[in-house]
């Protein structure tokens, strides 16, 4: 089936102007996470949803960054007033709920937009 | 919390040598690992993963993994590595009940002819 799909791949915005990255996951994944790789950083974790619910956005870096998801399906992830620092590689998985017994399920990843700010 | 570590930024391999990827994690518990693999412009692409049982564990291109709890290791190997195997590699831990994983900084390995 197909996977996980993100749009624009690809964004270069000015310093100032908002952005919205879309996320499309796997049909059926109930979890959604959004992860940001910097140029030199490893993966860096933003929020992670469980059905349209958000339970932790600590990984949000400020306040300039919010996130939505909407039917249990697609998601936004939406930058205000952009920064330089904020040019990123914006990553988005999908998994299956997480049982009751905690156990983790594999996270399948997009291919990611890249984002430029000048 | 759960970290991850990958001691080597950059390794250069051969085509045809082997190929292995070091991995150690911090965590208390028995965690989840996983191993990822990033083509340039690419998203990240799961090869293999553990959460229990066998410690040696099958992934896909021919990647095998050892979980080595003595250790706090999980390192990636392959036989005999492919000019398509030049990518970035993550290791990463997750930990039981929570819900976000620990990638280490990566490995980017170059394979020259």
């Known amino acids: 089936g197909a996977g996980v799909s993100q749009s624009p791949s690809n964004k270069v915005t000015e310093k100032g102007k908002d952005v919205e990255l879309r996320c499309d996951p796997i049909s059926g994944h109930t979890a959604l996470y959004w992860y940001r790789q910097s140029l030199g950083q490893g993966l860096e974790f933003l929020i992670y949803f469980q059905g349209n619910s958000a339970p932790d956005k600590s990984g949000l870096p400020s306040d300039r960054f919010s996130a939505e998801r909407t039917g249990g399906s697609v998601s936004t992830l939406t930058i205000q007033r952009t920064q330089q620092e904020d040019s990123a590689v914006y990553l988005c998985?999908?998994?299956?709920?997480?049982?009751?017994?905690?156990?983790?399920?594999?996270?399948?990843f997009g291919p990611g937009t890249r984002l430029l700010v000048l | 919390a759960q970290s991850v570590t990958q001691p080597d930024i950059h390794i250069t391999v051969s085509e045809g040598a082997s190929l292995e990827l070091r991995c150690n994690y911090s965590?208390?518990?028995?965690?989840?690992l996983f191993w990822y693999v990033q083509s340039p412009g690419q998203g990240l692409q799961l090869l293999l993963k553990y959460f229990s049982g066998d410690t040696l564990v099958q992934g896909i291109k021919g990647f095998e993994a050892e979980f080595k709890r003595s250790q706090s290791s999980f390192n990636l190997r392959k036989p005999s590595v492919h000019w398509s195997d030049a990518a970035e590699y993550f290791c990463a831990v997750g930990a039981h009940g929570d819900y976000k994983l620990s990638f280490g900084a990566g490995t980017t390995v170059t394979v020259r002819a």
């Open positions: 998985a999908s998994s299956l709920q997480l049982e009751t017994s905690g156990s983790q399920e594999t996270q399948y």
């Open positions: 965590y208390g518990a028995t965690p989840y």
